[in-house]
């Protein structure tokens, strides 16, 4: 059987007429970016209208393909979930009560746990912890599908502790909302959801995340979500008495920080930390906003220098065709070299969600382009898998490389945005690479939508370890080669 797939194989190279490459990408073992941990979502507003759907749990949290709007979907796989601890509550206490931003959108309004400020008791009535129910319920989905990575975050403190009781921000951007006297209540909020969910959901948050995107000046009191500025000193002593109340309670959780918006924010901010703030940090979390732009590799260098794990923990855009969050994800393996990466809102309108949706009519849509695009790269680049560098040279970015030596697997997601052409693909810098005439599984997608995750076996493994695939403009292909060793 073997014998006669090779002869087949070896006939259909014969009758293919030579492609000259336009383009040729020399895969480079010798640099390993650090074993890959996955692939996820924060739940937050799309969990809150959505949290009970079996379909989107399949959809987002397994592999398989599943039936979604007329159409197949192939499942992304996502084995990480983000858990957004709430800070809204419509309970009056001593005459004080919440005050919303009259832009902030009811889907937006995530409930918290912690009603009042009259007792610390996790059991007393100032706390419900009934409240959430449908984010709660999706994370217990992607428990049951195989999510192994949970981080506890928080976009803003509980609407009590901030100065004006608006967890939208403060009245003036720059500033801090959260009052000083609340530090600590800040702490202990976080490490109790954190000691109640590893107790009572069967849930053990891999992190907590007290700060989401500080440094910015435009979380405000009119703002559209939950969000508090931190100035860094600030950061300094909540992460201090986050430590202490979460060793408090036997938790064995890490804190991550600082969730910054841009890759330069973050540079600041970590070299702005003190030292015992940097200490008690084991992973740094930052956002995608920065685009194309930013000093992705200073902060990778931060981390190496420190020895913290590296997250890209945010991105979004509202680009539905997916070219810019695959531009921008390939200049993270090729700069930032972060070891997950979490898109935000996996449910949202105006090109923002990989499944339109409005989350507070709780109406769906189709799934976009940049749903198949990202699906490129999560389905194939899996958990234990080590990143490799793309290309030897790296100035084109527009390759990635993982390497699953339990299988001898290589998988190379590479992105096509000029004039249609073909590219070659060399591995001669691998110990070994196949044999002439093996097949090369490969997926496209085409962001015009002409082509969403169309499987082709068309490519096969020439002379010298190579193989040539033709790639039409602005598209994202994956392949797979067996039979590789390092």
């Known amino acids: 059987m073997h014998l006669t797939r090779l002869s087949t194989a070896i006939a259909v190279l014969a009758s293919i007429p030579t492609a000259v490459a336009d383009t040729q990408t020399t895969i480079d073992p010798s640099q390993k970016y650090g074993t890959w941990e996955g692939w996820g979502v924060s739940l937050a507003w799309w969990a809150k209208a959505f949290g009970d759907r079996d379909d989107l749990a399949d959809i987002f949290f397994t592999t398989k393909t599943r039936q979604f709007q007329e ?3 192939p499942g992304l796989g996502f084995t990480i979930a983000r858990y957004n601890a709430g800070a809204t509550s419509s309970r009056t206490y001593n005459g004080e009560s919440i005050s919303l931003s009259p832009n902030i959108k009811p889907s937006r309004q995530m409930e918290g746990f912690w009603l009042d400020w009259a007792s610390s008791d996790p059991a007393s009535s100032s706390w419900d912890w009934s409240v959430d129910a449908k984010q709660r319920l999706m994370l217990q989905k992607a428990k049951t599908r195989g999510a192994d990575i949970f981080e506890l975050f928080s976009n803003s403190p509980m609407w009590w502790m901030c100065s004006n009781h608006n967890p939208s921000g403060n009245d003036k951007a720059s500033r801090d909302n959260l009052q000083s006297w609340n530090y600590g209540q800040h702490a202990v909020y976080l490490a109790t959801i954190e000691e109640h969910a590893r107790r009572n959901w069967g849930i053990e948050f891999q992190s907590v995340e007290p700060f989401n995107e500080p440094s910015t000046a435009y979380w405000n009191s009119k703002g559209t979500q939950e969000g508090s500025h931190f100035d860094i ?4 002593s909540v992460v201090a008495l986050l430590k202490t109340e979460m060793s408090k309670r036997g938790s064995r959780a890490w804190i ?3 969730d910054e918006n841009t890759y330069d924010d973050a540079v600041r901010t970590w070299k702005g930390m003190q030292q015992a703030t940097k200490d008690a940090v084991q992973r740094i979390n930052v956002h995608g906003y920065q685009g194309p732009r ?7 260098d931060l981390a190496q220098d ?10 979004g855009d509202g680009d539905a065709t997916g070219k810019r969050m695959a531009q921008n994800l390939l200049l993270d393996f090729t700069y930032l070299h972060p070891t997950a990466w979490v898109y935000w809102q996996a449910i949202d309108g105006g090109g923002w969600g990989l499944i339109g949706g409005d989350n507070d009519g709780k109406t769906l849509a189709g799934a976009n382009t940049k749903y198949f695009v990202l699906a490129q790269f999560a389905r194939h680049i899996r958990p234990g898998m080590t990143i490799l560098r793309g290309s030897k040279t790296d100035t084109s970015a527009d390759t990635v490389a993982a390497y699953d030596a339990a299988r001898k697997v290589l998988i190379i997601v590479a992105a096509n945005w000029g004039k249609a052409q073909y ?3 060399d591995l001669s810098a691998f110990a070994s ?15 015009d939508g ?3 995750y169309e499987e082709r076996a068309d490519s096969f493994l020439q002379t010298g370890s190579r193989f040539w695939s033709w790639f039409e403009e602005d598209s994202v292909q994956t392949f797979e080669v067996r039979g590789v060793s390092l």
Do not use: C, H, I, P
């Open 71 to 73: 159409r197949q979907l």
């Open 433 to 447: 690479a196949g044999k002439q005439g093996d097949l090369v599984r490969r997926w496209r997608t085409v962001l």
């Open 294 to 300: 930013g000093a992705r590799d200073k902060l990778f």
């Open 450 to 452: 002409s082509k969403l």
């Open 423 to 425: 590219r070659t693909f």
């Open 306 to 315: 420190s020895g913290k794990r590296l997250w890209n923990s945010e991105y």
């Open 256 to 258: 991550a920080a600082s």
């Open 233 to 236: 000193r600030t950061m300094d």
